[in-house]
């Protein structure tokens, strides 16, 4: 997340590839238009009233993920990671309910999400 002026979350598809019997090495899979650039595809921002944090991956042993990230005072919110970069629920995926106390929700410091090992449930806590 880039700290000037808003605040945008990029998300970088990167692969785990060997090079040679005792080396690997991270290639970059992401389209970018800068080559210069590596930072990845800004995939949503802050807007004026939400603050988000935390932004993760959570990937199972196939290759299939899901994108997380906090979102203050309102829960967290959640995608299946498509082809590369794309979220498949849209911009910062969508808002999961959590639990109520006081007339507000729960304020998660840390979710975690966990998949099966097809990829076609999960669970975050």
Request: aromatic share 12%.
């Amino acid at each position: 997340m880039s700290t000037a002026g808003y605040r945008f979350v990029r998300l970088q598809n990167l692969e785990l590839s060997r090079k040679s019997a005792d080396s690997f090495a991270l290639e970059y899979k992401t389209n970018i238009l800068s080559t210069a650039e590596k930072t990845g595809v800004a995939i949503g921002r802050e807007a004026d009233n939400i603050t988000y944090d935390h932004p993760l991956v959570s990937i199972n042993n196939k290759g299939k993920g899901l994108f997380y990230i906090r979102e203050y005072y309102r829960g967290a919110r959640v995608s299946p990671i498509g082809s590369g970069a794309e979220l498949s629920w849209g911009a910062m995926g969508k808002p999961i309910s959590t639990g109520y106390y006081n007339g507000g929700p729960y304020n998660l410091e840390q979710p975690a999400v966990t998949l099966d090992s097809n990829g076609s449930s999960g669970f975050i806590a």
